[in-house]
């Protein structure tokens, strides 16, 4: 039988959500802001490379700082960052630095390996061969453990969708209890695009998600190397985190689509009179014109859809929240 967090938990879980003003409808609490999902659903990282953008950090911070639980890291590879092995270290080097400057209740790195999914000859997706990685199997295991009925876990995903659509080839009742929120793709009104970033690198993988899944694309990104300006550095906090964020500053991609941490923003910064998510389009995938890997699959407006494409975000609260949470250490 899957495993649920203990009895304690689910019952602070549940008077949590009634002390924030949650009113349970048809089994699941009204969310706060624009997405299905926000700081009070439990988050598992995945992602492949460390280095290049503020995902861990603004995720773990938030963790301690009233935002979403983390309950699980997975370091997973890319066409771009392909040494899972390596990510995987600079991961734990995080959780490390980020455990000895007090932060709290930080899991231990998955390591996964795993290669695109290719569309079976059928073209049916339970057909799939799946990869069975680490990843997808640790997305099942705390899926089971931690999901409510009106709580379910989110995946923050910064690559491509490999391991969600494999964990869903594994259980198919995942899908009833994971939300996917992806850096990925891209968004020309009406229609969000599930390409490039990331999108791009495993499509078959993308059908799968798409259609099987409750699904959050966040296509609008910003330019993270204001978060923390050269300037700045001398005021980042003298313990480890900060020495680790220092020295990771000068690595940080400056091109606007390497902001991965704008999945943990959207769920973490969404209650309040002030939330990082502006505006989103409710959305459905259209797969009329059939699989296609050279295109993106297009998310077009439904109003019944199970897909939200994110179209405006408050960058500067980002930066904000990031200061307010550093000097509190």
């Avoid at 890319?78 to 990510?87: I, L, R, V």
């Avoid at 600079?90 to 209740?105: D, M, P, R």
């Avoid at 059928?122 to 009925?149: R, Y």
Wanted: aromatic fraction near 6%.
């Amino acid at each position: 039988m899957p495993r649920r967090p203990p009895v304690a938990v689910v019952l602070a879980l549940a008077v949590a959500a009634t002390a924030c003003g949650g009113t349970l409808d048809a089994g699941r609490d009204k969310p706060h802001g624009l997405l299905p999902v926000d700081e009070r659903n439990p988050v598992i990282i995945d992602n492949d490379q460390w280095s290049d953008n503020w995902m861990g950090e603004y995720a773990l911070l938030l963790a301690n700082n009233g935002g979403p639980p983390v309950i699980g890291i997975i370091a997973g590879s890319s066409k771009y960052w392909g040494d899972a092995n390596a990510n995987a270290m600079g991961w734990t080097n995080l959780v490390t630095a980020a455990q000895a400057s007090g932060l709290k209740n930080i899991p231990a790195v998955t390591t996964s390996m795993s290669s695109p999914l290719v569309k079976p000859s059928d073209g049916q997706i339970d057909d799939t061969t799946g990869n069975g990685s680490p990843g997808a199997h640790k997305i099942v295991e705390l899926s089971q453990q931690w999901s409510l009925p009106y709580r379910p876990v989110v995946v923050l995903t910064g690559l491509p969708l490999t391991d969600v659509a494999d964990a869903y080839l594994l259980d198919h009742r995942v899908k009833d209890r994971v939300v996917v929120v992806a850096a990925l793709g891209s968004y020309a009104a009406p229609n969000g695009i599930m390409g490039g970033p990331n999108g791009d690198l495993d499509p078959w993988a993308n059908w799968i998600v798409a259609q099987r899944f409750t699904y959050v694309q966040v296509s609008t990104y910003y330019d993270q190397t204001g978060d923390v300006t050269t300037a700045e550095l001398p005021n980042l906090p003298s313990n480890p985190l900060g020495t680790w964020m220092l020295n990771k500053q000068p690595n940080l991609y400056t091109i606007p689509t390497a902001s991965d941490q704008v999945t943990a923003l959207a769920v973490g910064l969404s209650s309040g009179t002030s939330t990082f998510v502006t505006s989103v389009v409710q959305a459905t995938p259209d797969t009329s014109g059939g699989f296609d890997a050279s295109q993106g699959l297009p998310l077009v407006p439904s109003t019944d859809g199970t897909a939200w494409v994110v179209t405006g975000i408050a960058a500067p609260l980002a930066k904000a929240r990031l200061w307010q949470m550093l000097y509190s250490l």
